[in-house]
């Protein structure tokens, strides 16, 4: 079993400076913390050290959209599963959605994540409250929570909210994060029964078409101008939107985008099937270079996965009855690693995106940069070398991904949370425990 150290020392990796630079460095942890980082540290007496020459160290990955199913789904993935694969893919912390069993829409509920989290969780934790019709007092009151989810569209049950006024009640008390899923729901009812009968997936892209995603961020754009309430657009698809939003964005408005809508399009229905199936679904390769130019101008803020798994079985039925949904912990550092080797981004703008970004947007101090007196959650990636993704390799319960055969660079190599090692070389350290997320 590795150890726990109470400090650790990290020698001699290519680090990611706050400001972007590069150096050629040490990092000290002591009791979670960093403490020292310098280009050589001498008179350390570390409990742990890490020859980390030829690796890049990185702070770890802030994956503010996930879903893991726990309670009431756990057969497509746990909150014990689920943040095992984070600790592969380098992610030391996630914020997860509400739609599990029951619904995360009071305090009781909420209580009783963060009690399953603090069990199993190997990497640090925060979770949204949803939003329904009628729990406008819990979204306002519910502690700690990240923000209020609300599902515009692509939905069914308590968790829909598409009625304007309904959506407006909402943006008109308190002053937490709103975090939607914008699709127009009675777009997608109307071209549902247009389309009905057809069984390729591929009509997917088509019934929740882009004009469904944009009507319903033009919405909840208006009001979180009309309130001035803080919102944040879930994973953008479209170059409609991106090019709306860059028109009419104001600055306390974010938007992320998913790796999937930036390296997936609707050409991946022809070789991988419902596999690709997701909501908001794949767009167009046009769409794809779209949403890459607002990610470098920013437009869009950061990435998040949308990590939503669903079991081979489930996602072998045959549309419309399969659903949408795909993994992506293990795989959305080195994805947009391998982007930056080839020329799309840079790794100090993959750290931004993914780290720095999310931390400062949803308030979560300490986190996301190597800085001295910040948390020691910290992930050590080689690119130098190229890896195949592969099934059977898979720690997330549902056991496959949409990125298979994808060969990859800037796999994680050892994953630090807290100042503590919870992944190395291929191996998770299921004792560590990650702690809940503060938000301020």
């Known amino acids: 079993m590795m150890s726990s150290p109470k400090s650790l020392l990290i020698r001699q990796a290519r680090l990611v400076l706050p400001n972007g630079e590069f150096m050629l460095g040490d990092v000290l942890t002591q009791g979670g913390k960093i403490v020292e980082v310098n280009s ?31 309670p009431g789904l756990e057969h497509k993935e746990d909150l014990f599963t689920a943040s ?7 992610v030391t912390s996630f914020l997860e959605m509400p739609n599990t069993k029951p619904l995360t829409i009071s305090q009781s509920a909420l209580d009783d994540k963060l009690q ?14 949803g939003a329904t019709a009628d729990n406008l007092t819990e979204l306002v009151t519910v502690q700690p929570t990240c923000g209020i989810k609300i599902f515009m569209g692509s939905m069914r049950g308590d968790l829909l909210v598409d009625q304007e006024t309904t959506l407006e009640n909402i943006f008109a008390h308190g002053s937490r994060l709103i975090a939607v899923h914008a699709e127009d729901q009675q777009r997608i009812k109307q071209r549902r029964q247009e389309f009905a009968g057809i069984e390729d997936p591929a009509i997917h892209s088509q019934i929740q078409d882009t004009q469904a995603a944009l009507l319903a961020t033009q919405l909840a ?25 860059r028109r009419e964005k104001p600055n306390w408005v974010t938007a992320e985008v998913t790796p999937q809508h930036l390296l997936l399009n609707t050409s991946a229905y022809e070789t991988i099937g419902t596999l ?13 270079e779209i949403l890459w130019q607002a990610l470098r101008d920013g437009v869009i803020d950061f990435i998040a996965t949308d990590h939503a798994p669903h079991t081979l079985e489930e996602k072998g039925k045959t549309y419309p009855n399969s659903p949408s949904g795909m993994p992506g912990v293990e795989t959305s550092l080195p994805l947009m690693l391998t982007s930056a080797q080839e020329g799309k981004c840079t790794v100090a703008q993959v750290v931004n995106w993914m780290s720095k970004a999310p931390a400062q947007a949803y308030g979560i101090p300490n986190k996301g940069e190597i800085k001295v007196g910040y948390d020691a959650d910290l992930v050590l990636v080689d690119l130098n070398n190229y890896k195949t993704v592969n099934r059977e390799e898979i720690l997330s319960k549902c056991g496959w991904s949409p990125f298979e055969g994808w060969n990859l660079t800037g796999w994680p190599v050892t994953t630090i949370v807290g100042g503590e090692v919870v992944y190395d070389k291929g191996e998770v350290n299921t004792q560590v425990r990650g702690k809940a997320l503060q938000f301020v």
Do not use: W
């Open 221 to 245: 754009v208006k009001l979180s101008k009309k309130y001035q309430r803080r919102l944040h657009i879930l994973h953008l698809s479209t170059g409609i939107e991106a090019e709306f939003l």
């Open 84 to 90: 095992c694969a984070c600790a592969k893919g380098g």
């Open 276 to 288: 690709a199936q997701m909501n908001p679904p794949l767009r167009s390769p046009e769409d794809n």
């Open 116 to 129: 399953r989290a603090a069990s199993k969780c190997v990497v640090n934790y925060g979770f949204f409250i």
């Open 40 to 70: 050589n540290i001498a008179n350390a007496t570390p409990s742990l050290e890490i020859d980390a020459q030829g690796l890049t160290l990185l702070p770890g990955v802030i994956d503010p959209q996930v879903h893991f199913r726990e």
